[in-house]
Every structure is written in C-alpha cells, then in structure tokens.
C-alpha cells in the first residue's frame, strides 16, 4: 500500500528466499556467522560481544555484497530500524525524520534507485508492498533479534522472490533460538520521553525433538521530536527451528507489529526557508482546523509469517522451499473539510445532502481516511543438483495478494479528535442512500508467476561461471467501485530476464567477480485506475504504460585478509522507461505513485575497507561516487521537457561513510559518520538540496564479571550528535520547480517537490540483562 507523506504500510510482505540459501536463514558467511546453537567452543568465555567484526562480514557472491552483523547492530540504539542500520554501507542513502527509527515517514535510495526498486526479505520472504513496491522498516523485527543484514547494491539473486529489485535487495535474517534454556531482557529510555522494554525467552532444544524456540515482545513510546504528537509500537517476534539429518532444517518464523505512528508533515524549500522545524502540525485544535496532530496520526497491524526449509535429498540433490502468509490492515489518514451539499461519489453528483455531525453553515471538519486491507501470500521452491562440475538450479515462485483501498471520511469530536482513527466502514460517512462517501474505492488482486534456471560451473578450481534464466509475470486485475466510465482494470506482463557472472578466486585471500543482470518493474497498481474530482476525471487509469527494464553490469575484487579486507565494484545500468517513485496529492491522500523518467544511464564505483589493527578493534570506510544522468526529454502535455543529460533525481555524485567498533571485554562503543552529497529534486534540475553530515555515537562497559557472569550491558547511544539542521532527502520528485519552456515552445508550469526534514539528536542509555 502507499502511506499519507509516503508513510505506506508493508502490512502485506513477506515471501521468500534470502541471498544465498534461498528459504533457509539467510545465513552469514561462516567467518562472521555463528554456529547453528550460537553456543562457542568450550575455551572460549563469551562476555558481552567481543568480536569487532560487525561492519564487513566476508563474501564470496559474484556481485557487490555488503553487510553487518549482531556484533555491530547490539552496539547501536535498539530502536534503529533496517534503514538506519545500513547507512554505512556503500550506496546506502538513508533519509529518516525520526531519530528512533518509529514514523513511516522515511526513505532508502541505492546508487540513486529508491525504495520502490529495492526487494526486501525477511528470513526469506518478501517485505515490498504489493501494491506500491515500497517497504516499511519501522514494522521489521526487533534489532535484538537481527542476526545479519545483508545489502546487494545491484545484483538480485535469481530465485529471490521480488518484482523491481534493479535497485538491489536487503536482507535481514534472525537470530536462531539458543541450545540452551534463557533470557534477554533490555530497557531503554531516552530524550523526548522515550522508553521501551524488551524481553526474549529461549526455550533451549525441547527434550529429545531436536526443536527449539524463541519467542520475544517489546514495547515502545516516544514523543514527537519536532512538534506535537507521540509513537506507540508494540512488537512480537518468534522463531521456531528443527535441525537433523546431515544439514537438514525447516522453521517458522513470526513477526507482529501493532503502532500508532505519527506522520512528520514534509516542507517545499520556500516552507523550510520560511520556518524551518518549525513546520509542523497544530498542537490545539480549533473549530475548523485541518491540521491538527491527532488527524495525522497511522495506526497499522500487521503480521508476517515465513516457513523456509532446506531438505537434503540426496548427497547430489537439495530442496529448498518457502512459504509465507501476510495480513494486514491500517489507515494514512490526514484532516479536510466537507460540505453537506456539492459533493460527488466517482462522477455521480450527489442530489440529497450529507449529515455531517458539527456541521457550521453546511461545512464539517472530517478525518479524511486513507485504508488498506491487504492479504499476501506465496511459496517459491527450488531444486539444486550437483552434477560434477555443474550445478544446476530449478525453481518456481507463486505469489498472490490482494489489496482493498478505500479513501473514506469520519466524523471528529469537537475536542478534534477522531470518532476512529482506523478509519473503518461502520463509523465512517455515508450518503443518504447508505453508501459510502468515499474519493477512492478499489480492489486489486496481483498475481505473480515465476520460473528460474541456473547453472554454476567450475571451470577449475578457482574459477566458476554462472548463467541463468528468469522468467516473471506479473496480473493486476482489479476494479474501481466508484461510479464512473471505468469498472474492471487488467494489466498482464512478462519479463524475461538472462543473466550471467563469473566468479575467480585469485588466492586464499583475493577475488575478482564479473555480472551482467536485467531487471524489470511492473507499473503499480495506482496508476492503473481513474481519478475523480467534483464529477470530473482528473487523472486518466492507463493499462497501456509498459515496464520498466533494466540491464546492468558489476565488476570488482575483493580482498580478505587477516586484519584488512576490503572491495571496489564498478558498476553500470541502463533502464527503459525509467519508473521514479514519488507522492501525489490525491484528494488530500499522499499517495505512493510513479512517474516515468524514460531512458537513464547510470555508472559509479562502490569500495568498503574494514580494518582491524588490534583484537577488539576495528574501522570500516566506504564510499560511493555515482554518475546519473537522464537520455531523454519527458513528454508533459502535448510538449517535451528539456531534461536530456540532466541529473537523475535523489543521486548524490559522493557519499562518504567511516565507522568503528571498540571492544575489550570490559569497555566498548562505536562511531558511525556519513556524508551525503547534493541531491537534485526535479528532472530539470532547478531545485536541489545542499549536501550533509551525520554522526552516531555509541559507548558502553560489560558488567558480567562484577555480578554473576551472565551478560549484563549498559550502553549509551547519541543519535545524530551534531544535530544539523538540513533537510535529508527527496519525497516528493516533481518534473520542474519553476515555469519552464518546452521543447515545443509551451510554458510548462512548475510545482515545488516536498522534502524530509533531517532528525535532530536523541541520546538514550539501555540497560541489557542475560538470563
């Protein structure tokens, strides 16, 4: 689904394999992963997180990878959410409101390409919107239970199940329940009256069954950083595992999320110039007022579950499967006005007027409602022979979700608070004749087929070629309740995607790997339906747009070595109609939606280096140039804007980040700094945002061995320590800022792109206790 000020709820996600053992815990390389018990060798007294290693776990994929691991993410604030965890990593431009990582208003671009075209898993399965292709990390797992996140800024595995990954895919895989019976609990407070409590049980392996278990709860209340307002979270995840056999395994894994978030309102430039953070909602609400705080306000539930196993068949043959469920349901709503007479369902006019409770001279405040009731879900399976020097891969990935948009009102008490906040049918408005006064009423089923193939072949020891095929399509098949020229929608497409990769091991230490690989996005569901405003068609449904396609090419080396490792990837893409994510005002709604930028060619270079001097001690840099540039002027109207060899939209030229751990078993802490260069907001590049920095600070002291040497830690965390005051990112890409001449010699208009504004700083102190 889409959000108001692109807030979308991922309420419906989930779907298959992560990056290497597709189904299976998307599992770390074993350098940097633990074992599958997580219990360490008998000689070794684990006390707190010793390992530094937790900014560049190693590789061997023919495609850039980078990741983090536990040992890195318990050392920053546990309320950071998967976004604001990868910021360091090459390519990763992170644009949040909230410094805690709670409000839906937040983006990630990779290497320019925004969330929309990043797939998302979680062990496994598919986090992206159905609908919209976005992804919400204020709804993923507790960071206490995130084992790895790994980030392919390019290259997307071929059996992942995601639609539009030309951007890359993240990651997340969980920490497996413990061997033995035990604890966690943390408890955290901090700056705008922040608290949260989490608590984690381990069940240990269960008697002689083989399984074992976790099953974790937190609970989260801040308040609004700039302006009125607060964020509840509730969050429970559970992992349930069985290991047997010679590397058998199956799980269950469950995430429930439960928030009320706020949604941090985004300024144009003249608004930030003019005020700054002082752009906010109202704090009081008076007679008539559209925008008071508690009319802004997201309450979303959504639950997520994810069945992968891997089955060994035989010792040639494998079987790795996947199946996901995910429910749910929330509302973007936002403050207007309606009358009791002129108003319109689709382009019926509406002759008997409306009863609109606290009505003054025919005109009402009301909660506009911006609801999504999504369902998804799915399997992908695979084969996997090992036939001398091939192995070879088969596979099959069905999806199918449906998504039921409804944009409705509800009435308000005169104290301005909602009658619902959920934004439900029974207490919504309705016209004389009993049915819903509603500006949008869609259904959308989407169907989604795949098959893949592939071969690995070992050429000689050391070096492996890679050659596959994909084929995907993708049915949207909906209908428009809303009376008017348009009922039933249907889009159907098929992508066929090649690709190919070669993988040479130079040493013990060295690599060089080469990939070529397409990509495609189908357009998304909003695009497919009729707009209405006062009985008049205002936005045309087309099922006449066609995919975005993309072929890119990645070549790098990468070194690992005792105390350095380290990567450089070149990379290069070239897209057809180019699909850019951005938000529309639809009828007061801020609504997900797209715009095509036509042709684009990108290239760049993407390098990390982690460096580990001492034991506990280690610094990682990395850094991203990138060269984007638009192929084509853009048809507005019946004219061309001018934008050829302009600068592709939110694609800083440099980013820049250096980063450190620190642990000597009593003491330890981390750094996190990031650049991020300018970035332009228009395709005709007349208005951009200047460059900036940030900074994250993190220290603490292991106290095991002053109680009981059980794992105790306290932390303090400082979030965004220099507290800049910049804005952070692009919501809102326009065609043009200021009136423009056309190609054909039209006065094309201008319109101001809207932007987030950067979090200012939070420090906050987590006490962690062992059991």
């Known amino acids: 689904m889409t959000a108001h000020t692109c807030t979308r709820f991922s309420l419906s996600t989930t779907g298959l394999i992560a990056a290497v053992l597709p189904g299976l815990l998307l599992a770390a390389p074993a350098a940097a992963a633990p074992g599958p018990d997580d219990t360490p060798p008998a000689d070794i007294r684990v006390v707190g997180n010793p390992d530094p290693e937790g900014l560049l776990p190693d590789q061997s994929a023919p495609q850039a990878r980078s990741a983090i691991s536990a040992d890195f993410i318990t050392k920053q604030a546990p309320t950071l959410n998967a976004f604001q965890l990868v910021n360091l990593l090459p390519g990763a431009n992170v644009s949040s409101s909230d410094p805690y990582g709670l409000s839906t208003t937040s983006s990630l671009t990779l290497r320019g390409l925004g969330q929309d075209e990043i797939g998302v898993l979680m062990e496994g399965a598919p986090q992206n919107d159905i609908g919209y292709y976005y992804a919400y990390p204020a709804q993923f797992a507790d960071a206490e239970n995130l084992r790895q996140i790994t980030l392919a800024q390019g290259a997307v595995d071929i059996d992942s199940p995601t639609v539009g990954g030309a951007g890359g895919l993240l990651s997340l895989s969980l920490d497996n329940p413990k061997a033995e019976r035990g604890g966690l609990v943390d408890l955290t407070i901090g700056e705008y009256n922040m608290r949260r409590a989490f608590a984690r049980f381990d069940t240990g392996t269960i008697g002689d069954t083989g399984l074992k278990a976790f099953l974790s709860y937190s609970n989260t209340r801040a308040d609004n950083w700039r302006g009125a307002g607060y964020d509840l979270r509730q969050h429970v ?45 109202d704090k009081r609400y008076s007679d008539g007022d559209t925008n008071y705080w508690r009319l802004y306000r997201a309450p979303f539930r959504n639950i997520y579950v994810s069945a992968p196993a891997h089955l060994k068949l035989s010792d040639r043959l494998t079987l790795d499967t996947t199946g996901y469920l995910q429910f749910g ?13 002129g108003n319109f369902l689709g382009t ?50 069905f999806d199918y979700g449906t ?47 795949s ?14 070629v890679d050659i596959g095929f994909k084929g995907v399509d993708v049915l949207h098949n909906g209908r428009n309740y809303l009376p008017g020229p348009q009922d039933r929608v249907r889009f159907d497409s098929f992508a066929a995607l090649p690709r190919a990769a070669v993988h040479y091991q130079l040493d013990d230490q060295q690599q060089l790997f080469a990939n070529i690989t397409t990509n495609f996005r189908a357009p998304d569901e909003y695009t497919l339906y009729n707009s209405y405003d006062s009985g008049e068609l205002v936005g045309q449904g087309t099922t006449a747009l066609k995919n975005e396609y993309s072929v890119s090419e990645e070549i790098g080396y990468r070194y690992i070595g005792p105390s350095l490792s380290g990567s450089v990837t070149g990379f290069h893409y070239h897209f057809r109609n180019r699909q850019l994510g951005t938000v529309v005002d639809l009828g007061g709604a801020q609504i997900n939606s797209t715009l095509n930028a036509g042709s684009q060619n990108s290239y760049g270079v993407d390098a990390e280096i982690d460096y580990r001097p001492a034991k506990g001690v280690s610094f990682y840099l990395s850094g991203e140039y990138l060269h984007a540039r638009l192929d084509d002027d853009i048809p507005i109207g019946d004219d061309l804007l001018p934008t050829r060899g302009k600068h592709a939209v939110s694609s800083p030229t ?6 450190g751990t620190y642990d000597d078993g009593r003491l330890f802490g981390s750094f996190a700094l ?17 460059g900036y920095a940030t900074l994250d600070l993190s220290i603490g002291v292991h106290l095991a061995d002053l109680i009981d040497g059980k794992r105790t830690d306290l932390r303090l965390n400082a979030i965004n320590v220099t507290d800049p005051h910049v804005l952070s990112g692009v919501e809102a890409v326009t065609p043009n800022a200021q009136d423009t001449v056309g190609r054909g010699g039209t006065i094309i208009a201008g319109a101001a792109p809207a932007y987030y504004i950067g979090s200012g700083r939070a420090v906050s102190a987590t006490l962690s206790r062992a059991f």
């Open 237 to 281: 995840d559970a992992k349930l595992l069985n290991e047997w056999g010679d590397g058998n395994r199956a799980s269950l894994s469950v995430s429930f999320n439960d928030a009320n978030s706020s949604t941090y309102p985004s300024p144009t430039l003249a608004d930030w110039q003019a005020e700054g953070r002082g752009f906010n909602y």
């Open 329 to 341: 349901y929330g509302n973007s709503p936002y403050g207007t006005q309606l009358g009791t007479t």
């Open 348 to 397: 019926e006019e509406l002759s008997s007027p409306i009863a609109l409770p606290g009505a003054v001279d025919g005109t009402a405040t009301v909660l506009g409602n911006f609801t999504g009731d999504q369902f998804r879900g799915g399997g992908v399976g695979k084969l996997t022979l090992e036939a001398g020097a091939h192995t070879l891969t088969a596979g099959l990935w």
């Open 403 to 449: 998504d039921r948009v409804l944009q409705t009102y509800t009435s308000i008490r005169d104290d301005g608070r909602p009658v619902d906040p959920w934004g439900y049918q029974d207490k919504a408005i309705r016209i004389a004749d009993g049915r819903l006064l509603a500006y949008e009423n869609e259904r959308t089923v989407t169907v989604t087929k």
């Open 451 to 464: 098959f893949f193939v592939a071969d690995s072949i070992a050429l000689t020891p050391r070096l492996r």
């Open 654 to 659: 440099y980013q820049i980040g250096f980063g």
């Open 674 to 690: 990031k650049y991020v260069d300018r970035q332009y907001a228009t395709f005709m590049n007349d208005e951009s945002i200047k």
